[in-house]
């Protein structure tokens, strides 16, 4: 039973463009949700977090939105850089559960066209 | 500061070998996650330990197991190895009280 799900595996956006990274989840007990970028052969690499008290959060060219109500969440990278290809997840914590325990997506593999 | 670190990054093992994995966490961060990555399932956790106690434990069959020192390095261990152990296994710590991880650069463990 996959709780967290990215639809997408693959985006492939123009540089300079905005991307734009899909996540849905089907627990209501999450309330807080990470983005996450991995390399090859790198462990992966936190980029933003937002908790559901919120339905936005932004750092620099990265923006979580979180809509509650739909159970999904997005992340917008405007522009976007080629040093943005990666493999982007999506993770959920749930504080009743222990935040420790991170629920991943299996990841939306972004490539930045030149 | 230095960040996550996991050792070996890389192994090679027969199956029904035993095999034990070491993380130190980010000075100063007492939670440890450990996660294992394949390319049909995703991130996976397994388990959390937190001052040398298991606080949380994914669905991982008993040949998966932990411990923490004292120092909040980590260890990882399989037993009884098998094919579909092959996998990327990656540690993950965290400041008391966050909810933040951060990764270390992960073991891929291959089992012939």
């Known amino acids: 039973d996959q709780q967290v799900k990215q639809n997408s595996p693959s985006l492939s956006v123009q540089e300079g463009r905005i991307s734009i990274l899909n996540c849905d989840y089907t627990?209501?007990?999450?309330?807080?949700f990470l983005w996450y970028k991995k390399y090859p052969a790198e462990g992966p690499t936190f980029l933003i977090s937002?908790?559901?008290?919120?339905d936005k959060n932004e750092d620099g060219r990265f923006t979580v939105f979180l809509n509650k109500s739909a159970k999904h969440l997005s992340l917008h990278i405007v522009p976007s850089q080629p040093g943005d290809s990666a493999v982007y997840f999506c993770?959920?914590?749930?504080?009743?559960?222990?935040?420790?325990?991170?629920?991943f997506g299996t990841g939306t593999r972004l490539t930045i066209i030149p | 500061k230095a960040g996550v670190t996991q050792t070996p990054r890389y192994l090679i093992k027969t199956r029904g070998q035993q095999v034990t994995l070491s993380c130190s966490p980010i000075?100063?961060?007492?939670?440890v996650s450990w996660y294992q990555q394949t390319p049909g399932q995703g991130l996976q956790f397994l388990f959390e330990y937190f001052s040398e106690t298991q606080r949380n434990k994914g669905n991982f069959p008993g040949r998966f197991s932990g411990r923490q020192f004292s120092n909040s390095r980590s260890e990882m261990n399989v037993s009884t190895l098998e094919l579909g152990d092959s996998a990327l296994y990656l540690c993950?710590?965290?400041?008391?009280?966050?909810?933040?991880?951060?990764f270390g650069p992960g073991t891929r463990l291959t089992v012939l």
């Open positions: 993950a710590s965290m400041l008391a009280g966050a909810v933040t991880q951060y």
């Open positions: 993770a959920a914590s749930a504080s009743e559960f222990g935040n420790e325990k991170l629920t």
């Open positions: 000075s100063g961060h007492r939670s």
């Open positions: 937002i908790s559901s008290i919120k």
């Open positions: 627990n209501s007990m999450f309330d807080y």
